[in-house]
């Protein structure tokens, strides 16, 4: 019996959060839509999520295009296909590998802090001081966080293809020998705009649910502990739950939409 | 200013405030005493919005505060302010920022005419030369008058004072007393002060209700509550460990 009612507290409990996290979502996108904006604060984020995460970008992207392109020449060695390197590297970094490695890295890098700020400033009452002051807490705390995740994402997904191709380039063609000519030729027949479409409509949607999860979860941080303690859960929280939802929407946006 | 009537509320199944009623007057200074833990900042954050009641109904300037939309809400808070115990102050921001915050926000205000009201402010709270400290480089007095500044620089009419002196030594619980009631001559706002060191806000409020068991079991004058026969208000006034207030 107690085996029931558990489970039923947890089927309530987990679509109450659902519920939750969609009303926080569409609230989000409606502050985001209607003035005032404020832009200092947009800058600011967009420095944060986007400026200071070129370097973790770069250093990310040209080692995963260096090792697509040690992989992908000595599978393509198999079948004499070496001259395909180009596309082999290009297509999956700009359909998969750019936009979820860039959502992951900036997930790890950025969400953490913007949960654990939004956390720290719920627990501080920092939030509470701003509503009432009459002041909308979202415009300040998510709005700025949302658009500038749909703004940084696809940008830093771009850097991430950009540098990953040249990694690929400095192993396929300075290491291995292959014609530099071969490498970007046989990438310019293959990949086509939709290709790189794809990419950027994933950045964006991975940008909305790093905002997203990272501030919920950092919002709503007494859901998950009191005090320093649901500081750190929230914070693990917005960190795991975006990983899992970026690879999870990657997963039906590949197999649905493309 | 303040009416509340039959206010109830429980978090988690346990029952913290059990049919409140109380009215605060224009002007007047009211203390909120009780034991920690039971359930008088609980009131305050009702008044303030920050929670809503399971039963009863909380007036403030005429509104009911639990039936207000957002936008309402927002209108109505601009009236108000709340010190909270921990001050909240925005801690990425100096204490300038912090006091200037609510004029940028709200106003179209010039940023001469801002510094100069915020310096004002600073100068009345003793804290000119602390502007551009950050929170986590000021002292616990510092931080209460800094939060107390970013308060009173938008003349609300209606303080909220949430454990003003808890945690600071006597001098300094005094100095914040203090403050508190020369502003209060200066802006005659309605005031709320919770606290359970009574003997240090007697001198600065009109009335004084105690809260015990989730209801209010005395309310009066500060002689009334300090010459009251009741068991529960004398064990607290007294501080006595043995009575019918149990310190668990």
Redesign the interface.
């Known amino acids: 019996m107690d085996l029931v009612r558990n489970t039923g507290t947890r089927a309530l409990q987990g679509l109450r959060s659902m519920g939750l996290m969609a009303v926080f979502l569409g609230k989000a996108f409606l502050y985001s839509v209607m003035p005032p904006l404020k832009v200092f604060l947009l800058m600011k984020q967009i420095r944060f999520i986007g400026t200071q995460s070129l370097l973790i970008i770069l250093l990310t992207g040209l080692f995963a295009g260096m090792v697509m392109g040690l992989q992908g020449f000595r599978i393509l060695s198999r079948v004499g296909s070496e001259a395909f390197l180009g596309p082999m590297v290009a297509l999956p970094l700009i359909k998969e590998l750019g936009p979820v490695f860039a959502g992951l890295m900036v997930t790890g890098r950025a969400g953490s802090s913007i949960a654990a700020e939004i956390g720290i400033m719920r627990i501080s009452n920092q939030i509470d001081a701003l509503e009432l002051m009459g002041l909308n807490p979202f415009r300040y705390l998510v709005v700025p966080n949302l658009l500038a995740g749909i703004i940084a994402l696809p940008l830093l997904t771009a850097i991430f293809d950009v540098i990953g191709i040249f990694g690929g380039y400095l192993v396929g063609v300075h290491l291995l020998g292959l014609e530099g000519g071969i490498y970007f030729g046989e990438m310019a027949s293959h990949i086509n705009p939709e290709d790189i479409l794809e990419g950027i409509y994933k950045s964006l949607c991975f940008g909305v649910i790093i905002a997203w999860v990272c501030c919920y979860k950092g919002y709503y941080t007494e859901r998950w502990g009191h005090g320093a303690e649901g500081v750190s859960k929230a914070t693990t929280r917005a960190v795991v739950f975006s990983s899992v939802y970026i690879l999870i929407w990657d997963y039906f946006m590949t197999s649905v939409l493309f | 200013m303040i009416s509340i009537e039959n206010l109830y509320k429980s978090f988690d199944g346990n029952e913290v405030i059990r049919g409140v009623s109380l009215n605060i007057e224009r002007g007047e200074i009211m203390a909120l005493i009780g034991k920690s833990g039971i359930g008088k900042s609980v009131i305050l954050k009702h008044i303030?919005g920050?929670l809503r009641p399971d039963r009863g109904r909380i007036s403030v300037m005429g509104k009911d505060v639990s039936s207000l939309g957002t936008r309402d809400l927002?209108?109505l808070?601009?009236h108000?302010?709340?010190l909270?115990?921990?001050g909240?102050?925005?801690?990425s921001m100096t204490v300038y920022d912090n006091v200037a915050?609510?004029l940028r926000?709200?106003t179209r205000m010039k940023e001469e005419e801002i510094t100069r009201r915020v310096m004002n402010e600073l100068g009345q709270v003793g804290l000119s030369e602390a502007r551009d400290k950050y929170p986590s480089q000021l002292s616990g007095g510092m931080t209460k008058r800094a939060a107390l500044a970013r308060e009173l620089i938008?003349r609300p009419e209606i303080m909220l004072f949430d454990e003003p002196t808890t945690g600071l030594d006597p001098i300094i619980s005094n100095a914040i007393l203090k403050l508190i009631k020369s502003v209060h001559e200066r802006l005659n706002f309605t005031g709320v002060i919770v606290t359970h060191e009574i003997n240090q806000v007697f001198g600065i409020i009109d009335r004084a209700a105690m809260l015990h068991d989730g209801i209010i079991i005395a309310l009066g004058k500060p002689e009334e509550i300090l010459s009251s026969q009741d068991p529960v208000v004398k064990q607290f006034i007294r501080g006595e460990t043995e009575g019918p207030i149990s310190f668990y």
Do not use: V
């Open positions: 303030a920050l927002m209108q808070r601009r108000l302010g709340l909270f115990q921990g909240a102050l925005f801690d915050f609510p926000e709200k938008w």
